[in-house]
């Protein structure tokens, strides 16, 4: 099946500080989003970006699906974005509507 | 974006019992998935939920383990039957919209096996 791998594992910034997440894919997929799942355990749909840039307040992402990468940008941190996030896809042929998640990123946001 | 009420929000049980967890929905939704996250771990999809039929299950997951029922367009159950200390985990009913692409999370369940 198709590998979903996140970098970096961990992340520890000083708020204000500005990061990139990545999530690789190994196949060609034509639905990929992004979640973020607070402390709390809720998971929250952050962007829904199968190819493209779009952005939302300090956060923003980018997916180039021919080179098969996503980008998430988080800038001006704080520490309410403490969390992990995930980024997930469909893969383009057979994958129906079940979205594969990655493997995370363990991002901790200090004062 | 739809409301997701999963219930219970966590429970301890013991070895060898069931627990059927509920996720209600506040409006039709096409597509309704069960996912199980392991301690430390990434989400994994149980199965597909198929209102008025069998549900759809992935890879290493059985109904005889976890019986899911779907009456309508709004509702869903998932039981974990038989429950064992490695089933302790957080189960998550997400739901989509045909066309619209993108899925939503109840707030889970967290699940303890003694």
């Known amino acids: 099946g198709i590998q979903v791998e996140q970098s970096p594992p961990d992340l520890i910034l000083q708020e204000g500080a500005n990061s990139t997440l990545r999530c690789n894919f190994s196949?060609?997929?034509?639905?990929l989003q992004w979640f973020h799942q607070n402390p709390w355990g809720q998971l929250i749909n952050l962007f829904y970006?199968?190819?493209g840039t779009k952005q939302n307040g300090r956060l923003s992402a980018t997916t180039v699906a021919t080179e098969r990468y996503s980008l998430l940008y988080i800038s001006s941190s704080q520490t309410t974005d403490s969390g992990v996030y995930f980024c997930?896809?469909?893969?383009?042929?057979?994958?129906?509507?079940?979205?594969?998640f990655g493997t995370g990123t363990q991002l901790k946001v200090e004062l | 974006s739809a409301v997701i009420s999963q219930k219970p929000s966590r429970d301890i049980c013991q070895r060898g019992t069931s627990l059927t967890i509920q996720c209600q929905v506040d409006?039709?939704?096409?597509?309704m998935f069960w996912y199980r996250q392991q301690p430390g771990q990434s989400l994994t999809l149980i199965a597909t939920?198929?209102?008025?039929?069998?549900?759809?299950?992935e890879s290493g997951f059985v109904i005889d383990k976890f019986p899911i029922s779907r009456p309508n367009l709004t509702f869903s159950t998932l039981t974990v039957s038989n429950m064992s200390p490695e089933d302790s985990s957080i189960y998550l009913c997400?739901?989509?919209?045909?066309?619209?692409?993108?899925?939503?999370f109840g707030s889970g369940t967290q699940l303890s096996v003694l």
């Open positions: 997400s739901v989509g919209t045909t066309g619209s692409g993108k899925l939503f």
């Open positions: 970006i199968p190819s």
């Open positions: 997930a896809v469909v893969i383009l042929t057979g994958g129906g509507n079940k979205l594969t």
């Open positions: 409006s039709q939704v096409t597509m």
């Open positions: 939920a198929n209102q008025g039929s069998e549900a759809t299950y």
């Open positions: 196949d060609s997929v034509n639905n």
